[in-house]
């Protein structure tokens, strides 16, 4: 089996360890970014001569063509505003492709290529990471265990293990991304009705043992695809962010300042947009690389053997100090290696573009996740 990683960040770091040292079946990896040198650090540091690197631009179609040819899987670690086309480009290579997310946008396009993938027998699942990606799976291992599912609350986070003010933050993925989940819409199922809630908003207070106080909130992009195949199965689907208390009134007031606007500033006749300068002040003074917490916690309510019943799924990721990797990227690139060498294998049964949720065993799925010890506490 032969993958490529596109994207020599953090999660294409995670990707790559986890194809190389946890898969047994994985004969070659090709590592590629724009920056050569970032593909190469990640190569020396999984330290294995079947990882290669090399430079690829994912805004030039043609390179990723020729690329991606002869690689039976691809994971995209790349900004979520390139999966559309390398969606194109993997159907046109015929590579079974996944990603990280990152835009509902996007993944509806991507979806929309569904008879094109089919067509070139191949599979494209977006949103392969952690929220959405791991949790969309986990959603359908509960679920099966109901013969009337009512309820889903779903609770993710990454939380530094060292928290600083003023946020309380680190950044453990793209910043953009980030910023994404915090301003736009969250999709959901309420009384049986798919709607929108604003971002930032219905806080609530929540308890992990040994924790300090935390609160989760409303953001996007996590439910993903989940509203549109739950509908009519569930009465209420909900996604919230976990971070630890206070984090939520903070951010919300520089957004409600127009901080996070993409619209243009004037300033001594120059135009700034708000967006890009926040962004960059928070790579600048947010820490980045301390030991973290990945908490995740699935709520299931509903009816079995014709009496009420409830399920509780809680998993609690943190950095791992003998391989170097955070929790975030077991949580978020562990799953994308997983699924992308499902598909390689031909273990999804399904060809064309479709969601997570519908595609991958879920009884396959939690055992690889045992296998790499992330491991699920029930209630």
């Given at each position: 089996?032969?993958?490529?990683?596109?994207?020599?960040?953090?999660?294409?770091?995670?990707?790559?360890?986890?194809?190389?040292?946890?898969?047994?079946?994985?004969?070659?990896?090709?590592?590629?970014?724009?920056?050569?040198?970032?593909?190469?650090?990640?190569?020396?540091?999984?330290?294995?001569?079947?990882?290669?690197?090399?430079?690829?631009?994912?805004?030039?179609?043609?390179?990723?063509?020729?690329?991606?040819d002869?690689?039976?899987?691809?994971?995209?670690?790349?900004?979520?505003?390139?999966?559309?086309?390398?969606?194109?480009?993997?159907?046109?290579?015929?590579?079974n492709?996944?990603?990280?997310?990152?835009?509902?946008y996007?993944?509806?396009?991507?979806?929309?290529?569904?008879?094109e993938?089919?067509?070139?027998?191949?599979?494209?699942?977006?949103?392969?990471?952690?929220?959405?990606?791991?949790?969309?799976?986990?959603?359908?291992?509960?679920?099966?265990?109901?013969?009337?599912?009512?309820?889903?609350?779903?609770?993710?986070?990454?939380?530094?293990?060292?928290?600083?003010?003023?946020?309380?933050?680190?950044?453990?993925?793209?910043?953009?991304?980030?910023?994404?989940?915090?301003?736009?819409?969250a999709?959901?199922?309420?009384?049986?009705?798919?709607?929108?809630?604003?971002?930032?908003?219905?806080?609530?207070?929540?308890?992990?043992?040994?924790?300090?106080?935390?609160?989760?909130?409303?953001?996007?992009?996590?439910?993903?695809?989940?509203?549109?195949?739950?509908?009519?199965?569930?009465?209420?689907?909900?996604?919230?962010?976990?971070?630890?208390?206070?984090?939520?009134?903070?951010?919300?007031?520089?957004?409600?300042?127009?901080?996070?606007?993409?619209?243009?500033?004037?300033?001594?006749?120059?135009?700034?947009?708000?967006?890009?300068?926040?962004?960059?002040?928070?790579?600048?003074?947010?820490?980045?690389?301390?030991?973290?917490?990945v908490?995740?916690?699935?709520?299931?309510?509903?009816?079995?053997?014709?009496?009420?019943?409830?399920?509780?799924?809680d998993?609690?990721?943190?950095?791992?100090?003998?391989?170097?990797?955070?929790?975030?990227?077991?949580?978020?690139?562990?799953?994308?290696?997983?699924?992308?060498?499902?598909?390689?294998?031909?273990?999804?049964?399904?060809?064309?573009?479709?969601?997570?949720?519908?595609?991958?065993?879920?009884?396959?799925?939690?055992?690889?996740l045992?296998?790499?010890?992330?491991?699920?506490?029930?209630?």
């Amino acid at each position: 089996m032969k993958v490529l990683v596109l994207g020599a960040g953090r999660m294409g770091h995670g990707a790559a360890f986890d194809l190389i040292h946890n898969s047994i079946d994985v004969d070659a990896v090709t590592i590629a970014d724009f920056d050569l040198t970032k593909a190469e650090v990640v190569a020396a540091t999984v330290g294995t001569q079947r990882i290669a690197a090399c430079r690829v631009d994912a805004a030039n179609y043609a390179d990723v063509v020729k690329l991606m040819d002869g690689h039976d899987a691809a994971i995209s670690c790349v900004n979520y505003w390139y999966n559309e086309s390398l969606s194109k480009a993997a159907i046109e290579t015929g590579t079974n492709f996944c990603d990280l997310g990152g835009n509902n946008y996007v993944v509806d396009a991507q979806l929309a290529l569904y008879s094109e993938a089919k067509a070139a027998g191949i599979n494209i699942i977006p949103d392969c990471g952690l929220a959405p990606g791991m949790v969309s799976i986990l959603t359908m291992h509960g679920a099966a265990r109901f013969d009337q599912l009512d309820e889903v609350h779903i609770r993710v986070g990454g939380l530094p293990q060292d928290p600083q003010p003023p946020l309380d933050y680190q950044l453990v993925f793209s910043v953009e991304g980030l910023i994404n989940e915090y301003i736009e819409v969250a999709r959901v199922i309420r009384d049986g009705k798919i709607t929108e809630v604003p971002s930032m908003t219905e806080l609530e207070q929540l308890e992990f043992a040994s924790f300090p106080p935390l609160e989760a909130f409303q953001t996007s992009g996590g439910t993903s695809t989940l509203p549109d195949t739950l509908l009519g199965m569930v009465r209420d689907l909900d996604y919230k962010t976990i971070r630890y208390a206070g984090h939520c009134d903070k951010f919300k007031t520089m957004i409600d300042l127009g901080l996070c606007s993409g619209d243009p500033v004037e300033i001594d006749t120059t135009g700034v947009t708000p967006r890009q300068l926040f962004a960059r002040l928070l790579e600048k003074h947010l820490p980045a690389d301390g030991p973290d917490y990945v908490l995740v916690r699935l709520h299931f309510v509903g009816i079995k053997d014709g009496q009420p019943n409830t399920l509780r799924y809680d998993i609690v990721d943190k950095f791992d100090p003998v391989t170097g990797l955070s929790a975030m990227m077991r949580t978020t690139a562990f799953p994308a290696s997983i699924i992308a060498q499902m598909m390689a294998r031909g273990e999804v049964l399904t060809r064309g573009a479709t969601p997570q949720e519908k595609a991958i065993d879920p009884q396959k799925f939690v055992a690889e996740l045992e296998r790499r010890n992330i491991n699920i506490t029930e209630y």
